[in-house]
C-alpha cells in the first residue's frame, strides 16, 4: 500500500495531541469539564493550522489557474509538499495548459473563418430564425450600405429597409424551397442590380436561420443594355446605307434614264457604299480593339510624336484643303513616347478628321503636344461649333452624335470617337473635351510617357 504523506503528518498530529492531552491531566488536575474545554481549544486550534497548511497550496493554485486563463505566459505553478496536493497541482496545470491551446486553436480557426468571409467578392447576410440580422462580411456592407456593429441583432427590414429583401429572407425561412434565387435592385447615388441566392442554416434537425449570398450583376446588366442598344444602332445605321444603295438600283434596273441621271444615282451608290464600307471597317475596329483590352497590355514601342501627328496630317490634308482650313502643329523636338505607332495615329487622325469635318471654311485647327510628370498630351482643337455641356458625357459613346442629320451628311459612322476612347484606354489613359456652344473644341489625349 502506497504510503501518502497527508496520512502521516494527520497521525503524527494525533499523536502530539494524544500526549500533550495525557500530560495536563496528569499536571494540572483539570476536572473533567476543564479537561473538554482544554481537549476542544486544543483541537480548534490544530483544526485551524491544519485548514491553513492545506489552503495555502490551493490558494496558489487558484491564483495561477486565473493567471492561465488571462492568457499570461510562463505561470508560476506551486509545488505542494504533500504528494496530494502536488498531484492535484499538476493534474490542473495540465488542464489549464490543455485548456489554453484548445482556445488558441479555436481562436485561429475563427480568425481564418472570418478573414475568408471577409475577403469573399460576394457579399455575405446571416440571419437568425427570426429574421434578425447576426453577421455580414465587408462586401455585404459595402453593397448594402450597413455597419454590422451597430446592425446587429436587428430586424432585416430595419437596417436595409428593402421589402424585396426582406420577402426573400422570409421566403428562405418559410418556404419550402430549398434554395431561393432573386433579383434586387438597389436605388441610390448610383443604381446597383443584386442577384440574391438564399438558403436554410440547420444545425441536425434544427433550423438556425438563413445565409443569403449577395451577387453584384450591375455591370452585367449595363453591358446587356449596351449590347442591347449596339445591336439596336447597329442595325439600324447599317439598315440605312443599304436602303439607299436598294432603292437607287432597282431605279437604275427598272427604268430608262437620262445618262446624266444614271451617272447621278451611281455616285450616290458608291458614296452610300463607302458609307458602308466605313462603318463596317470601324466596327470591326472596334471589336479588334475590345479583343486587343481583354487579352493582354499592348505591346509598346519608342514611337515619333512628330510622326505621328505628320503621318495624320497628310492623311487628312485633302479634306482641310477643300475647305481651306489650315492645320498648325506645336510639338517639341524629339519628343518620343512609349506606344503603339498604329492605334495611336488611329486615335490623332480620328481627332483630327473630326475638327475638319465641324470646322467652317478659312478657320485653324491646332494640334499640340507635350509631356508633364510623365503624362503624355496631346490636343486638336477646332473653331468649330463647340459641344454644349449635356452632351460631354455621352460624345464618347458608340453611334452617339450631338447632330444626327448633320453628320450623316458629312460621312460620320458614329464611331470615330468610341474608337479614341477604347485607343487611349488601352494605353493607360482618357480623353478629356473641353467645349462649351460657339467657342470651338478641344479633344486631349493624356497617357502615360512609359508603360507600366
Not at 462649351?436 to 508603360?451: C, D, E, I, K, Q
Request: glycine share 6%.
Amino acid at each position: 500500500m502506497v504510503r501518502r504523506t497527508l496520512f502521516w503528518k494527520l497521525l503524527i498530529a494525533l499523536v502530539l495531541l494524544t500526549l500533550l492531552l495525557s500530560w495536563i491531566q496528569s499536571r494540572a488536575g483539570l476536572s473533567v469539564v476543564g479537561e473538554f474545554v482544554a481537549l476542544v481549544l486544543m483541537a480548534t486550534g490544530t483544526s485551524v493550522l491544519l485548514s491553513r497548511y492545506l489552503a495555502r497550496p490551493l490558494d496558489r493554485m487558484r491564483r495561477a489557474a486565473l493567471a492561465q486563463a488571462a492568457g499570461e505566459a510562463n505561470v508560476d505553478w506551486p509545488i505542494p509538499t504533500t504528494r496530494e496536493m502536488r498531484a492535484l497541482s499538476n493534474a490542473v496545470q495540465t488542464m489549464a495548459i490543455n485548456l489554453q491551446e484548445k482556445i488558441r486553436t479555436i481562436e485561429g480557426l475563427l480568425s481564418d473563418q472570418r478573414a475568408i468571409f471577409d475577403s469573399m467578392a460576394e457579399g455575405l447576410l446571416v440571419v437568425d430564425a427570426r429574421e434578425r440580422l447576426l453577421d455580414a462580411n465587408r462586401a455585404a456592407q459595402q453593397m448594402l450600405g450597413i455597419d454590422i456593429q451597430s446592425a446587429r441583432g436587428r430586424d432585416m427590414l430595419e437596417v436595409i429597409r428593402n421589402a424585396r429583401l426582406a420577402d426573400l429572407v422570409r421566403r428562405t425561412l418559410r418556404g419550402s424551397e430549398p434554395i431561393v434565387e432573386g433579383q434586387l435592385m438597389l436605388l441610390g447615388a448610383h443604381e446597383r442590380h443584386l442577384q440574391v441566392r438564399g438558403s436554410r442554416l440547420r444545425e441536425g434537425a434544427r433550423e438556425k436561420g438563413a445565409l443569403l449570398v449577395l451577387t453584384d450583376v450591375t455591370r452585367l446588366r449595363q453591358l446587356e443594355t449596351l449590347q442591347r442598344e449596339f445591336v439596336a444602332n447597329a442595325s439600324h445605321e447599317l439598315k440605312t446605307p443599304v436602303t439607299s444603295i436598294k432603292g437607287f438600283a432597282e431605279t437604275l434596273a427598272g427604268e430608262d434614264m437620262e445618262p446624266e441621271q444614271a451617272r447621278r444615282f451611281t455616285r450616290i451608290i458608291m458614296r452610300q457604299a463607302e458609307q458602308l464600307g466605313s462603318l463596317i471597317d470601324d466596327l470591326l475596329e472596334l471589336t479588334r480593339l475590345e479583343h486587343e483590352e481583354n487579352r493582354s497590355a499592348l505591346e509598346r514601342a519608342p514611337v515619333s510624336i512628330d510622326e505621328i501627328i505628320e503621318n495624320a496630317v497628310e492623311t487628312c490634308g485633302p479634306e482641310a484643303n477643300q475647305k481651306n482650313i489650315r492645320i498648325e502643329r506645336e510639338v517639341p523636338p524629339q519628343f518620343v513616347v512609349f506606344a503603339h505607332a498604329v492605334l495611336l495615329q488611329r486615335a490623332v487622325v480620328n481627332l483630327l478628321d473630326n475638327a475638319i469635318k465641324y470646322s467652317p471654311p478659312n478657320t485653324t485647327v491646332r494640334i499640340r503636344a507635350g509631356r508633364t510628370e510623365g503624362e503624355v498630351s496631346i490636343a486638336v482643337i477646332d473653331e468649330g461649333p463647340g459641344i454644349a455641356p449635356e452632351h460631354h458625357a455621352r460624345i464618347f459613346e458608340r453611334f452617339y452624335r450631338v447632330d444626327k442629320s448633320r453628320s450623316r451628311k458629312l460621312g460620320g459612322t458614329g464611331l470615330g470617337l468610341s474608337i479614341v476612347k477604347h485607343v487611349i484606354e488601352a494605353h493607360g489613359g482618357r480623353v478629356d473635351l473641353e467645349s462649351a456652344p460657339g467657342a470651338g473644341s478641344t479633344f486631349t489625349l493624356r497617357f502615360p510617357a512609359s508603360p507600366p
